[in-house]
């Protein structure tokens, strides 16, 4: 509940990047309360059919931005640019996007931000032994793959800063 209520709070943020566990948990819950919208709809409007009732379509507008907003950052953990969400239109191009929903995202920092399941080096990926996460890893070595990052643009001079940072936090704690 807490990831979709999070997608919610984060309706308009088209930024950054959102977990599989939250893309999906936010798809879990719009068909779940989407469902009971139109159960309502039939029970208090008699709106079976075609056409949807009242509840229905004041649930869909509220949901659209948000949808897409998560679709969008999920989009961004795997790699891809938001612009590939125009593949709906194809109608083809939804399994193409499932897939993409469904693939595991990029490990570490890419071009749209740090990876959501190492918040501050933390969490999943430290446990198994991502290179965030401080999991015993080489100092120098950890050096080098941030200042590569750094050059391919992967992440800004701010994000470089605050994870060498960490690093060398993590190396003084080892």
Do not use: C
Not at 58 to 81: E, K, M, N, Q
Request: cysteine-free.
């Amino acid at each position: 509940m807490s990831s979709y209520l999070n997608s919610m709070r984060k309706y308009a943020t088209f930024s950054g990047r959102a977990s599989r566990k939250e893309y999906w948990l936010f798809a879990l819950f719009y068909f779940i309360f989407g469902a009971v919208a139109v159960f309502l709809d039939a029970l208090l409007f008699d709106a079976v059919g075609e056409d949807p009732g009242p509840l229905t379509i004041i649930f869909v507008l509220v949901h659209i931005l948000p949808g897409f907003a998560v679709l969008s950052r999920r989009l961004h953990d795997t790699d891809h640019s938001a612009w590939w969400m125009l593949l709906y239109i194809t109608g083809i191009g939804i399994f193409i996007l499932l897939i993409f929903a469904l693939i595991r995202g990029t490990e570490g920092p890419n071009r749209y931000g740090l990876d959501p399941y190492s918040e501050g080096g933390v969490g999943p990926a430290a446990a198994h032994g991502h290179p965030q996460g401080g999991g015993g890893t080489d100092i120098v070595a950890e050096l080098e793959r941030l200042s590569s990052l750094k050059e391919r643009g992967a992440i800004s001079e701010d994000e470089y800063a605050a994870m060498k940072a960490r690093a060398l936090d993590t190396e003084k704690l080892a």
